[in-house]
């Protein structure tokens, strides 16, 4: 099982970029498929976008294809969410998670950070 903690957080203008940083400790990293998730006040956690063990596959929510971007680094055993023209809907705790099925099986992503918090201002 990994252990998982985020970083990167913060507060940005629409319009504006950060990155998040996700760093894995614990046995098997390259085993799994990663996944950032956010929780904005009052509503449920939701996916973001998941990474298969190899990185070649990536799946995003809708809302934010073409703007975020996912990616990893086995040998560091990080995993970054990369995210661009942000908007103030983008606001949330974003989550790293992690999933030893399928990057797709949204349900079964377990090990959950503590979260980091994007605030983004209008």
């Known amino acids: 099982q990994v252990h998982l903690v985020e970083s990167g957080g913060g507060l940005v203008q629409a319009g504006g970029s950060l990155r998040l940083s996700c760093a894995a400790s614990g046995r098997g990293f390259s085993d799994y498929a990663m996944g950032w998730f956010r929780q904005a006040p009052g509503k449920e956690r939701e996916f973001v976008a998941t990474?298969?063990?190899?990185?070649?596959?990536?799946y995003y929510t809708d809302s934010v294809k073409y703007r975020f971007s996912i990616f990893r680094d086995n040998a560091k055993n990080t995993v970054v969410l990369q995210m661009n023209s942000l908007k103030p809907e983008d606001t949330a705790v974003y989550y790293c998670a992690a999933n030893s099925d399928s990057p797709y099986s949204i349900k079964d992503f377990g090990s959950w950070g503590q979260g980091t918090q994007v605030t983004v201002s209008s």
């Open positions: 990474i298969d063990w190899s990185g070649e596959i990536q």
